[in-house]
Nanobody
Framework: QVQLVESGGGLVQPGGSLRLSCAAS????????LSWLRQGPGKGLEWISE????????YYADSVKGRFTISRDDAKNTMYLQMSSLKPEDTAIYYC?????????WGQGTQVTVSP
């Protein structure tokens, strides 16, 4: 079955960096576009980035553009989110998402807390 497992979250000070990973299984990873979304405390779900297949065109929400970098390693069936210049407002649970065959799949999420 399809599985998405996020890792790499934690507590970081403002201005710091973290790299999140999303390990995938149960589908042909290289054929699927992938996304990162997040949900901050008391907030709704926010799309933050997407990476397509093939050449890996990338897209970002304005809130993270220039600070976050999405990437994928099809040989490892893994997607990444490199986050830098982190701000307290980046505090959230971060989810990876795959959408194919008219369905969406989600990981369990990884908590990122940005605090002094």
């Amino acid at each position: 079955q399809v599985q998405l497992v996020e890792s790499g979250g934690g507590l970081v000070q403002p201005g710091g960096s973290l790299r999140l990973s999303c390990a995938a299984s149960g589908f042909t990873f290289s054929n699927v576009a992938l996304s990162w979304l997040r949900q901050g405390p008391g907030k709704g779900l926010e799309w933050i980035s997407e990476i397509l297949t093939g050449g890996g065109s990338t897209y970002y929400a304005d809130s993270v553009k220039g600070r976050f970098t999405i990437s994928r390693d099809d040989a490892k069936n893994t997607m990444y989110l490199q986050m830098s210049s982190l701000k307290p407002e980046d505090t959230a649970i971060y989810y990876c998402n795959a959408h194919f065959s008219l369905r969406e799949y989600w990981g369990q999420g990884t908590q990122v807390t940005v605090s002094p």
